[in-house]
């Protein structure tokens, strides 16, 4: 059977959380969009991702309607600590930079956009298989997809929109000697666990210690996330409830007596990471947001954060395009969504070397990297400069 064939102005690959904000935005300016998302509502909400929302990401969120639950369910933490040698470090953002940042699931932030979506009779079609983007360089780019029944379906738009996540069916679509891949590798990975038990802490702490890094986060008063660098190929059926915490526990220990509240583990997992920018973020009439383009380590939670701020930067270009027929935005959407892209792999590059340990790890390395965090902690401008990358450098720049 042919497949049926549909028009719309902005064609949206994947229903994420940037996706679903750039439909969000571009239909409450009356562009036309259609959000074409691989995975059901439920398997998206239930992946848990990072817990940390810039100051600009909450800007947006609430700028559009969208924050009741980030803001009633959510919690504002004014700063983090740093833990090293045993010792906490407090970096007062508030004090330092006047901001902050919010502790909020970015599953959440999906969820929360989808009932926006479907509030606004916004066009969001999951469970829906894109198995080709097509005709990037003509006027009409073009999305096959297979909805869940089988039947096939086109859709021709004026703009294409891929923001499908780090296996992008999109950017894969773009001929390789049309894009330039750069990427690193890192020799580690996080064991990532959810408890139910009370906070450990007022709020997140990064600890460096000889055992290596661990990330004591948090979810609400009942639940705590939780991660551990732990080797890639680690699995997660070796290690029992006493194991986990007796790991995290000697990569926090130090002579304040420090002590984790612990709780029943009701989920592991381990997330294996790499550093990948994919340029440039267009290809023709297609253009890449978020994790299609570029994927982070972890360490400081920039993934989401930083796919919202492509999508800023989209949807005023679009706008411009629709409305205005000023297409300079879109010419030039690439060069300064990447600027940011490059600042957000410095800082969380940065944020995870000095943080994690390596096996082969020198004396001299270990003491370098021990310097470099008495560096940050021992001066007001490293702290600010922590402060200022941690919570999200202003959108405009
Ligand atoms: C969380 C994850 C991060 O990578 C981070 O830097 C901070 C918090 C989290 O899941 O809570």
Known sequence: MAPTIEKTQVGIVGGGPAGLMLSHLLSQQGIENIVIEKRDHETIA???RAGILETGAVKMLTETGVDSRVKTRGYEHEGIDLRFNGESHRINFKELIDATVWLYPQNDVFVDLAAARERDGGDVRFSCNVTEVLDHLTDTPKIRYTDAEGGEHEIHCDILVGADGSQSTCRRSIPKEDRSEN???YPFAW???????PPSAPELIYANSPHGFALISQRNDEVQRMYFQCDPEENVDDWDEERIWAELQRRVDGPDGFQLKRGPIFEKVVLKFRSYVGEPMRYGNMFLAGDAAHTVPPTGAKGLNLAFADVQVLFDALKAHFIDGNSEGLDGYSDKALKRVWKAQNFS??????????KDAT???TKRALGE???VVSSKYGQSYLAESYTGWPHEN
């Open 363 to 365: 004396p001299f390395e």
């Open 183 to 185: 990427f690193i590798e």
């Open 373 to 375: 965090l008495n560096t």
């Open 46 to 48: 239930n992946t848990h």
């Open 349 to 358: 590059y940065w944020m995870t070397q000095m943080l994690h340990t390596r």
């Open 191 to 197: 064991f990532g666990i959810l408890t139910e038990a």
